[in-house]
């Protein structure tokens, strides 16, 4: 880090931060410029309070250096990370598509929707059982009755089953009918959370809060890695910003940036990242463009009667449609769809 | 709610809504605008999953007209709710003062603290035992130990305790130790979290979410209401913007708003809502003047050396200084702090 | 627009606007809810400071039912604009390439630069002559003699040249040397430059304000499509969110949402959207897939060195590179890129 | 600045830096780090072109240390400016009260405003005669008609009359009519009104812009005090976030803030900054308790019939009391109101 000294801070204050660089176990190396002093410390400071530094007298501010994620960092594994269940391939040259209904309605609505989308070319099946909804007034899922409706939707079709656990006492039974474990936004620094699906042999998706730094979500998935589960895919969904258009920002730039910065693969989700069905296809083509290594789609077989989301669903030609143009873009750009 | 069609929408599609409508239990009356039609949904549509109607043909957006929280709201309770721990008073004429470290770290600093914000005013010891940190590196508090300090220091001072708990599993020992249960702001959309302190007798301070919206908000409140606890604390503690030279923006306008929307109490947290010692004082005199019925400090005997939030802590003569001017502004305007 | 009233406004209230709707031209519509009263307004409202109404007793809420742009409304044109000079062509089946460097600095630079983005594929060249810089000390542009280069490059190359026009009084010069006149971000509420340039026989580029909403952005096109300018080109260039990792956060939902409301192209600035070389192609690549009609892209032959924006600037090879991933998935999608 | 290379980088891109540091009028400090290198460059960089440096291969970020802005700064001035114009004071010990309707609309109108105001206890006059509006439908307010009932509103009660110039051109007419000339938030990066208001002899209230960073809105200022007009005061007026329950949000933080960082004085305004005439009070008396120098508040005799911002215009009775409240903290904290 580089601790950056007030205009007017005495020699005392400099040498007093030297000695604190010092006691954290880093070395400290002094610059004077023509109008501040810096402090540079040197070492590995991710273990230590750093910013609490700010508040030593003459400290104007603090710079981090180094990334505060280590094992989720491309500096450590170069390799791209494939994550793999059943069918379903996110990474490398691999595209996967997870594609299925908000929630888990009935065994027809589940059932109906694999066929649909493993036709148009899916290999994962997404569909909630335990749902996190605003108002306690919604329907808030099947619960273990819709893990056995995505079951059975499984031995119809194959598709890889994802699906959100939203608690640490849910993890086992669902880990037990699924084949990924969905992290959702609101529980993206849910940390008991994500230590616990951290211990299970499932992959995870762990999906952006809409107020997460790019930091503060790759130490999420560092909090994963750490409890020995390597398969963590990023899920970009929309960030919350002053836009009304639209439900959410998609940011398709993270894109690129997260694969500059780790080696996770990264899916991208443009039902919510819209939040309306008609912007769902373009952002689908466009997270394809930008190279994302999966995409994650609301398809529902009436979305205007559907429990939830139906805003922001496809139904099964809109879906046929998306896929057809998406594989178009895939192929030109040399990769795999579905 | 209101359905305002497309420009070009069919007589057919008008009448499809007008069904729809009706099939939802609600009345519907249609408007034909010089440019536009609309239906008015006339009923409480609340437990509808009302957006779905998006989808349907002909259909341009859809407008709520009732808020979508109910038990939380001025117009089902007029009077303002007063939560009340011990000595600790928020809401009325009083407003509470809440102080002490981010982390309890040992005896010395948490009885230390809570003599030092006694004598200065506060009604109320915050400090972590079970610390939620954005990186797995951070300290993570020094859990039951920690409560167990706590209990020493409410022993000593009369303060109530006022601690976080991040997980079900942990609900029924942290409310053993302590006075107020505080959910933090990763947690406000944690559902299973809400409903568990819903159902133990403490008052709850439920903290914002930084990108979560109002209604949002009071929903997460309404999830604790509705499992019978009706002693909910709401606390401002900063949304994420595009500012950078405060860690959050700290909106206060939420306080008369939240007033006139809820009879709940409203808490400010000017440590998180600026993230920078230098900031605290000003802006708690801020929440103050704006009518907030609580204020919640990080202090520390030694901000520099702390082990979380030494950045924005302040130590015992600024939260001395931060009180007297606090104290001078609330008597200006007729109200109690402390 | 819809009036929501407050759960108690009085019989009085409500009578008051109806009153209040009708003396401004406007049929009024009462709807007595179960828990509130609503007032439809019906009329063309465009003209009425309506949110006034807001602050008549008895008022919660205005909910505003129509657009309050006209003239760039796909209601009132449904056939999309395309927008041409020389050789480029923004809209239809057309995808036109604006490229260059952020600064005209020397005849070297950007004949140099034009020569080789049209080997690439470009049709326009953009190059700043006066540049709105956000430091008094920085470079400020070559001014006329910049448009003079500029005007060389042309005779060059045959691209059409886009450059800014910040105040105004250099309306006139920069028409005389430009084909099409770019209004900048920092300028999209400047109401006298919009009217000024509406007033030329020049087609705009009219940048988005990084804090603007679509409406205000399509108001400021009415700006000048009211002046009589037909040939307006929209240019979403990132908006302003809580992303540190991009200078500004480019949403390209804004495309497919545009080609709904709005007949006017919309062409895409993945440089300042991003701020990054790195992230530039790949965005280019998502804003193609996501159905923009233009790109504008900074170019410079050594960006290292370039006296503005070389953090976000590609080099020829770079910019090479980028065309032919565009040209791909412009083909595989059906329409003509440059 | 500070130079932080990619983790590979070569001895030979660390080289070229150093190189370029120096080439730049700059020196160059090495300092390797366990896990990277960067290389500190001091000297006065704010004229370089710093940023282009990111572009260099094997640098990974540039971090730039100095405020970009000097005159401004608290650094060169430690005195608080304090900006006067009759009997209008704003910084030091006295806060200045400047209030009145959004737009000149009739004699009437301002006149009565103007005293009701006055009595209260305002020593500026606001009021637009050229307005910025979003929409070219809207009033667009009287000029210079509009300018002479100003002066005659001044005359009457001897009120600093403060008025929005918005272009160029009518610098010179409005500084004629007006004692403090504003610059609007949309013309906050208008640089060649910037110039010219800094070459008349009024003061400059320096409206930010919703989206402006404060570095970017000081050096807005610095282009006006640049050209020898020291008399500028900044005014807060809300920046854009996601929250919708206020038209804009006011980040109050900001008073202390740019206390620390600039010798200007800092005016709120709680019209804007809220957006609702019922949380103008409150947040008018927060500003107080976090140290502003001033307030500019709209005031209008009829809110419900303002041909402009209604819905956030004090009556007289409520201005009145929003005075009183404001008087009764400037007071307990030891400073003059109006």
Redesign the interface.
Known sequence: M?I?ME?NASDDQVSHIEQ?VRDLGLKA?V??????T?V?A???D??V?R??????PGVAD??P??A??KVASR?VKKEPTQVCALNLKVGGNSIGVIAGPCSVENEEQIVQTARAVKAAGATGLRGGAFK????????QGLKEDGLKLLDLARQETGLAIVTEV????DVELVARYSDVLQVGA??M????LLEAVGKVPRPVLLKR???S????WL?AA??IL?EGNPNVMLCERG????????RY?????T???LH?KTHLPVVVDPSH??G????VP??A???????CDGLIVEVHPN?????????Q?LDFPQFDDMMT?CR??A???GRTLG
């Open positions: 580089i950056v205009k604190r190396h610059i004077r410029g023509t109008e501040r810096v540079a040197v070492g590995d991710r273990k309070a910013e609490s530094l700010e508040s030593a603090i710079v250096i180094l505060p994620y500096e996190p909804r605003t108002s306690p007034y919604s329907f939203m608690s640490t006492e609101r529980n620094q849910n940390y008991r809060g809409p107020a730094s790019i930091d503060e130490l560092e909090y750490n960030i919350r910003t002053f836009e009304t258009h639209t920002t998609l940011p398709l730039a894109v690129p940036y500059r990242g819209t309306h069905t008609y912007l373009d952002m083509a466009a997270s394809i463009a930008a190279g979305p205007e009667k559907a429990m939830s989301d139906g805003y669903s143009r178009v873009i192929t030109a750009l």
